[in-house]
T-cell receptor, first 113, second 114 residues
Framework: QKEVEQDPGPLSVPEGAIVSLNCTYS??????FMWYRQYSRKGPELLMY????GNKEDGRFTAQVDKSSKYISLFIRDSQPSDSATYLC?????????????FGAGTILRVKS | GAGVSQSPRYKVAKRGQDVALRCDPI?????LFWYQQALGQGPEFLTY????????KSGLPSDRFFAERPEGSVSTLKIQRTQQEDSAVYLC????????????FGPGTRLTVT
């Protein structure tokens, strides 16, 4: 079993919909949680970062972390066709000294206009 | 400013050939990571450099994989005697300090072994 599980989709939604993306994890040492967006044939780019449990909002994006359930979510409001990409959750046990990231498999999102 | 660059962007190798993949991190970035991303999967950690020191190579899948960063800037990932299972996108990422959570990724090198 992988340390981080993520439904690969694809998830197809109409423009303007609210999108919910999720990951579960098994390693209780993870404290830093990130969401990356990856367009086709590009490298991942950081969208959201959260430390420990709680919510964080940035524009149309909200990240939630529930450490008690080992469950993280990313919500996208008013989704746009330009949001069509692969969304990767990533986690780290500690910052510094090689804070290697452990990624989920990625969820493919398609927003239809 | 310039981001992380990688070359070549695409590489086709015959099984058994050696390949070298180059990463140019953002200038001044201390930390450099290599990840391997198989088709339909998320990136998986290969190795980590802090300046020129390779501090973690726990993710390298076999002794055919070797990485170096001799002057603490450009890094090269070398794969000897390539196998079909080495086909993947190889991503390089850098971050400004050892304590930074944000890793900046390059576009990757897509390696296809035939």
């Amino acid at each position: 079993q992988k340390e981080v599980e993520q439904d690969p989709g694809p998830l197809s939604v109409p423009e303007g919909a609210i999108v919910s993306l999720n990951c579960t994890y098994s390693n209780s040492a993870f404290q830093y949680f990130m969401w990356y967006r990856q367009y086709s044939r590009k490298g991942p780019e950081l969208l959201m970062y959260t430390y420990s449990s709680g919510n964080k909002e940035d524009g149309r994006f909200t990240a939630q972390v529930d450490k008690s359930s080992k469950y993280i979510s990313l919500f996208i409001r008013d989704s746009q066709p330009s949001d069509s990409a692969t969304y990767l959750c990533a986690m780290s046990a500690a910052l510094g000294y090689g804070n290697k990231l452990v990624f989920g498999a990625g969820t493919i999102l398609r927003v239809k206009s | 400013g310039a981001g992380v660059s990688q070359s070549p962007r695409y590489k086709v190798a015959k099984r058994g050939q050696d390949v070298a993949l180059r990463c140019d991190p953002i200038s001044g970035h201390v930390s450099l990571f290599w990840y391997q991303q198989a088709l339909g999967q998320g990136p998986e950690f290969l190795t980590y450099f802090q300046n020129e020191a390779q501090l973690d190579k726990s993710g390298l899948p076999s002794d055919r994989f070797f990485a170096e960063r001799p002057e603490g800037s450009v890094s090269t990932l070398k794969i000897q005697r390539t196998q079909q299972e080495d086909s993947a996108v190889y991503l390089c990422a850098s971050s400004s300090t050892t304590g930074s959570y944000e890793q900046y990724f390059g576009p990757g090198t897509r390696l296809t072994v035939t």
